[in-house]
């Protein structure tokens, strides 16, 4: 089993900056991608970002590109995103997920999810 628990959501105002955190736990893999995956409510989970955690390949939504940045430390099992410029819209329930095989983009393919982490952009 794979355990995946993400940290650092919270309240933030409206152009300021947050960074989240992916811890992963468990059997561990050869060659693996995670990602980001937001939710707002009433809306269908979408695609943030995601990073090939061997060789550091990494991939963004059109909305987030420019002001987010996906990145990881194998060394400790660590993925994080760091968000600026952060805007009302950024406000959702964020989710990191694990894939083996499959397409970046798509929900569907991923294999493991943590349990999310609330970020919400308001003054």
């Known amino acids: 089993q794979v355990r995946l628990v993400e940290s650092g959501g919270g309240l933030v105002q409206p152009g300021g900056s947050l960074r989240l955190s992916c811890r992963r736990s468990?059997?561990?893999?050869?060659?693996?991608?995670m990602a980001w995956f937001r939710q707002a409510a009433g809306k269908e989970r979408r695609f943030v970002a995601a990073?090939?955690?061997?060789?550091?390949?990494?991939e963004y939504a059109d909305d987030v590109q420019g002001r987010t940045t996906i990145s990881r430390d194998s060394a400790e099992d660590l993925v994080y995103l760091q968000m600026n410029s952060l805007k009302r819209e950024d406000t959702a329930v964020y989710y990191c997920a694990l894939l083996l095989a499959g397409t970046w983009r798509n929900a569907d393919d991923y294999e493991y999810w943590g349990q999310g982490t609330q970020v919400t952009v308001s003054s």
């Open positions: 468990g059997q561990t893999f050869g060659m693996y991608a």
């Open positions: 990073i090939g955690v061997s060789n550091g390949a990494t």
